[in-house]
């Protein structure tokens, strides 16, 4: 009777530390499975596969997240999102992906990614992923730029009230984390100015074309540009 009762007992320590190890991943995400989210973490390569290191809970989740670091299979749901995994690996990413409970011994859920892009937190020293960089600023306003797959677009505007919009595909054109002030030249000692710059930086994905753009309503202090002003350049990848 006795090794009957230590069965039963042994049976359910078992259950309770094989919930605990995809728990909280799976209640992170289990009300809606198949909704694409945002994922913020590392990626690393592992043999002929990439893993997802970072906390088990999408960002902007609206929930509590486990306090633990989760690793999760990254499988690509596309062309573009398996060449992006190769060239972010190593680096923080960006994911567009959808939650799968599918695990094993190492893996504690699988991200099926649609969407992979090299991140970096503003205001924070990060390499930049390999291929040339291409500089442009306002004079370069209604142009065309081509670049390769992996190339950088770096795009510095003369006025910190230009607000850059998000690119028309960012399977083609991603931008790299938010715009990053810098300052400017003779600036005058009164707030709200403008006076200085801000960099956004792209990093070109799939071949195709997009527009990268940016927009501004205040140009100068408490002085409104009449009309709003704007900025666009047309990328194409091959």
């Known amino acids: 009777m006795r090794n009957v009762r230590f069965v039963k007992w042994a049976a359910v320590v078992a259950l309770t530390v094989s919930a605990l190890a995809v728990g909280p991943a799976d209640a992170a995400v ?29 960002v902007a989740a609206g929930m509590l997240c486990a306090n633990y670091v989760a690793h999760y299979r990254i499988a690509a ?53 390999p291929g040339r960089s291409v500089q442009v600023d306002e004079s370069a306003g209604g ?36 715009p990053r002030p810098g300052p400017g030249s003779n600036c005058p000692t009164f707030p709200g100015s403008g006076c200085g710059t801000v960099t956004q930086t792209y990093t070109a994905g799939k071949a195709g074309t997009a527009t990268v753009a940016a927009t501004r309503t205040t140009c100068g202090e408490a002085l409104a540009c009449s009309p709003p002003q704007h900025y666009a350049v047309t990328v194409h990848v091959h």
């Open 77 to 129: 749901q596309n062309p573009a999102a398996a060449k992006a995994l190769r060239q972010v690996a190593g680096g923080q990413a960006r994911l567009r992906a959808r939650f799968s409970t599918a695990h094993d011994r190492t893996h504690q859920g699988t991200l099926l990614a649609t969407t992979v892009e090299a991140w970096c937190p503003p205001g924070a020293a990060c390499v930049p992923p």
């Open 30 to 58: 289990r009300a809606k499975p198949s909704r694409t989210q945002t994922w913020i973490g590392r990626v690393e390569r592992h043999g002929g596969h990439f893993d997802y290191v970072g906390q088990p809970c999408p």
């Open 143 to 178: 142009s065309d730029v081509t670049l390769a797959q992996g190339d950088r677009l770096q795009v510095t505007l003369h006025s910190t009230s230009w607000q850059f919009n998000p690119s028309s595909d960012p399977a083609v054109v991603a931008a790299d984390g938010g």
